[in-house]
């Protein structure tokens, strides 16, 4: 099985951040993903772990990063996501 | 006295009809839902006819937040689900909380699901797998996903018998009819049709290399080569007739009347195969004799051998030619798990109308195979009937079903 | 009503093939993770298993059933024999039609489709992969109630037999299906219990997608850790066990050995989540009640809980929830262990070895620890049998699982001979 390699320095949007919400975990009826859902819970917006395991691997796969194991329980909100991810707190992927 | 258990809903999902009465009207009128493979590449497979639902839209009945973690078979299942539930006008929010259950029957799992998230993990590695892998396409997520959308807290199950499941899951939901819970959603769906669930058919040497669809699957006669498969089965509600009564339910198509299931011994015993003992058993459990059976659903697995060992054992049984004989299934290819299911739901629609669907593309039985083979839609008035299946590797089971005096 | 008993147990699970080796390992306080050997775990998050040392030709199957058969159904028919000759039970005897087969497990033939796929697929090459490449087996694999099949035919059962498939509460379920049919008088004897083979990479993948497993592979002994303040996941097992049931009246009339009655069981769905677990535990405590209702026994009456323990912090805090809901006081008095500790997680497979793990507590008067626990998790106030085996008698013991799927099942074991209320 091959393994990931790396790039850095990645600049995430909450429209990126909306599309791969969309592929990765589909989008709750009755929540408008394009509307002020930065500081909304992902809860409210209808995405459990599951769907945020899966976007975030997703992301770790487009921008070759690291995202930490507790980024799942820390980031509650898609501003917290992304603010984790652009602060520069995901480590680089390790090169196995 | 026992609890009774009606079918008071059907949801049909099946390649030459989307939909219950969709179907039923394509499987009187003989119209086969066999044709070549489009859903995959099968050029360069030995066999290339399957039985395909083409009308099917997934986004027309599956929730955007399901799309995602569901396998074509979930989906599928979920929709017969749903029609189930409104044929028999039931809000499960009625019921108990804990009195409605589920049991469906699987064979291979989501496998469409399993050999994308495979080949993500071998061919790009580890960080490509889903994290829905991990119940997407495992034997009891069709199960799991009808009872989350629907909240049904009741016992849940599972049954794999490969293509005797169908049987097997109904029975079990009668089971708990019988115990007191007042309704439970049961029966199959499967969709084996990619690559990695079509390769295995093939190692198995039971499928058809005939790839004329009106000539490949031809079950009992002279010209049996193995047969074609297919995708989709029935979903349907199984109720306490009591309970049934009670919320006024609209329609019974008929009552669980009788269930068996029995193993063959191994090869090379000499001890006779169990299918006959199967329908026995499940004739006594329902307290009739040969002589009530108005129609058989047959197994019909379209190998000569195995389609010789049914005919024997239904001669046996009731006599040579002595009681109709059918394979709808002849018209959507065998539906592995989702097989038993759909013939139990066309032999209630059979009973409901006084009519038995034909076997499609057989002109008649082998000469040595001594049954009355019904080729054309046939009116009869029909009571009971005794619907049979085979999983491959030995299992048996046999379902008779007869008319409900609430129908 | 007719009975159920336990009259014959057989077992392969990591530590050793066999019952009295499984035995001596769950009570010593031993544990059998260790970092995988089986593939190179490096990749993974998750880099430990609890694996079996097993050898199938060691294990008495013939070169055809090794071709034949995966590892999961060769460790079944192996505690098949082993169980069979255990109850003395003579099947030959009987009506073949009266003795049925149920069979656990979650994922199936996983380890060897996992393998064929490669070599069709060409190391995941194709999507189009290449029949002629298959192997004759390949369709035995592709649906696992092959495993059933040779199970059945291994005892000489021709009654009902099927593979019960809910993911990891597969085992319990299995027998509680059993019971039924023995109750309801469609058998007299049924070979019922589970197997699992799921160490192979795609498990360990999607496990590690959803950080399932532990990633504590610097102390690969210690790595599963239940109830422990310390816990972080669960570590994937694997193994078999199968029971030899039998109508409780006609095993006493032939003089077997009853190692217990399987007095109630229930399943329910939690109808919430394919994964998830809601804390309160409700369904698993509504299942719980049932079982203890079926068994005409109070709760004060269950002297142990073979708990569902599988190391997650979700699932502790669940069955804690559940245990007091069903039990009120009576859990704080109640011992509980999970001895996934030793011997992980071996999904499908696990819920019929932790019941032959309750019916050897009950033979031998041991309860089997939880290994690894050191530091108690304030959140969790019972007693879960820290570290050492205990000695107490009890008349009656309570099994838990949860699958994903949602479902949630108990069984309950006691003596035949127990005054019921």
Redesign the interface.
Known sequence: ????STTTHVTLTLTDLTRML????????GVDLDGDVIDTPFMDL?Y????L??VI?QI??EYGIEIP?DA?VDAETPGALLALVNAGQAGQADA? | MSRTAVVTGLGVTAPNGLGTESYWKATLAGESGLGPVTRFDASGYPSRVAGEIADYVAEEHIPSRLMPQTDHMTRLALTAADWALADAGMDPAELPEYGVGCVTSASGGAVEFGQRELQNLWSKGKEYVSAYQSFAWFYAVNTGQISIRNKLRGPSGVLLTEQAGGIDSLGQARRYVRKGFPAVISGGVDAPLCPWGWVPQIASGLLSTVNDPARAYLPFSAEASGYVPGEGGAILLIEDAEAARTRGAAHRYGEIAGYAATLDPPPGSGRPPGLRRAAENALADAGVTPGDIDVVFADAAGTPALDRAESAALVALFGPRAVPVTAPKTMTGRLLAGGAALDAATALLALRDGVIPPTAHVTGPAPDQQIDLVTEAREAPLRTALVLARGHGGFNAALVVRRHPDA | MRRVAVTGLGVVAPGGVGVKEYWDLLTSGRTATRRISFYDPSPFRSQVAAECDFDPATAGLSPQEIRRLDRAAQFAVVSTREALADSGLDTSALDPGRIGTSLGSAVGCTTSLEREYVVVSDGGRKWNVDHTYAVPELYRHFVPSSMAAEVGMAAGAEGPAAVVSTGCTSGLDSLGHAVELIREGTVDVMIAGATEAPISPITSACFDAIHATTPRNDTPESACRPFDATRSGLVLGEGAAILVLEELESARRRGAHIYAEIAGFASRCNAYHMTGLKPDGREMSEAIDVALGESRLPPEAIGYINAHGSGTKMNDRHETGAFKRSLGDHAYRTPISSIKSMIGHSLGAIGSLEIVACALAMEHGVLPPTANLHEPDPELDLDYIPLTAREARPDAVLSVGSGFGGFQSAMVLARPERSTA
Do not use: F, I, K, N
């Open positions: 099985m091959p393994t990931t969309r592929e990765s975990a589909g989008e709750e009826e209808g459990d772990s599951l769907a395991l899966q691997g770790q796969r194991d799942v196995a």
